[in-house]
Nanobody
């Protein structure tokens, strides 16, 4: 089994910063991609940023220039550095890890439980 655990959420004023962490553990061979999604009440879950093992990154237009996704491969930990936060960034942030489970031939997605980010004006 593979576990994904997010941390680092909290409350911050507009213009502030937070760093979210995503730790992946369990029985897997390698992480192919890590991604961050967010979901605000009444809204659909949306992609924030993704980082492929090749180093390729993709960001949603609404976070470009403000958020940075990164990863510590040796620690199987990913990060989302969020700067210049806006009230519209308030949401539950989820980490998704696409990994090759041990004994598997295909990759599989695993989700964390989410961490709440609240930005006040």
């Amino acid at each position: 089994q593979v576990q994904v655990v997010e941390s680092g959420g909290g409350s911050v004023q507009a213009g502030g910063s937070l760093r979210l962490s995503c730790e992946v553990s369990g029985r897997f061979v390698s992480i192919i991609e890590m991604a961050w999604y967010r979901q605000a009440p009444g809204n659909q879950r949306e992609l924030v940023a993704r980082l492929h093992t090749s180093g390729t990154t993709n960001y949603a237009d609404f976070v470009k220039g403000r958020f940075t996704i990164s990863r510590q491969p040796t620690m199987n930990t990913g990060y989302l550095q969020m700067s210049r936060l806006e009230p519209e960034d308030t949401a539950n942030y989820y980490c998704k890890a696409n990994v090759i489970p041990q004994g598997a031939v295909r990759t599989k997605d695993y989700w964390g439980q989410g961490t709440q980010v609240t930005v006040s004006s």
